[in-house]
């Protein structure tokens, strides 16, 4: 038979195992509650972003809280070049030019895309996510410098050289 000090430890013992354990479940239980208020938070600025107009403050507010302003040309330089890109391979190899039409909805956000080509007007020819990725890029740096515009004529052309070129040529 235990003396009553033994008892009392293994007692002891038995309920600080079980307060570890609530600890530890208690610890767990908030670093879920953590991940899912952060997962929530993430959601809601997700949610934010899919309206331009609140995008564009918000991209206005951290470029220049960090004090890098770039004007509409300097930011609409590198997603033209992702455009021409995308739309590159977009098109079947034997095309050796294209046009990529964009337009804007009269209210709203959205553009709609039509890709073409003189040389094969049957052809047809869908818009990639790369695409789609470049023109939301474009029409938000639109939105962010205040820049409305109808249409884009977005051309590519393949030169003798095999490098492609590129225009855009815009309707305000």
């Not at 195992?17 to 953590?34: C, D, E, M």
């Not at 600025?45 to 564009?56: G, M, Q």
């Not at 639109?142 to 249409?151: C, E, L, N």
């Amino acid at each position: 038979m235990p003396s009553p000090s033994q008892e009392r430890g293994r007692v002891l013992g038995r309920c600080l195992g079980q307060a570890i354990g609530t600890v530890a479940h208690l610890a767990a239980s908030v670093h879920l509650l953590a991940r899912t208020r952060h997962r929530l938070k993430c959601r809601q600025i997700h949610a934010r972003f899919k309206n331009p107009v609140v995008a564009a403050k918000f991209n206005k507010q951290v470029t220049e809280g960090f004090g890098v302003a770039q004007s509409l040309q300097d930011e609409q330089t590198p997603i033209f070049q992702r455009l021409a890109h995308a739309l590159v391979e977009a098109t079947p190899e034997w095309w050796s030019s294209a046009t990529l039409e964009l337009t804007a909805p009269a209210s709203g956000s959205g553009l709609a895309h039509a890709i073409s080509s003189a040389e094969y007007p049957r052809d047809v020819v869908v818009s990639t996510d790369e695409v789609f990725e470049a023109t939301r890029a474009l029409e938000l740096a639109s939105v962010r410098h205040g820049d409305s515009w109808r249409r884009c004529l977005f051309h590519i052309v393949r030169e003798p050289s095999g490098a492609w070129r590129f225009t855009a040529d815009f309707e305000r």
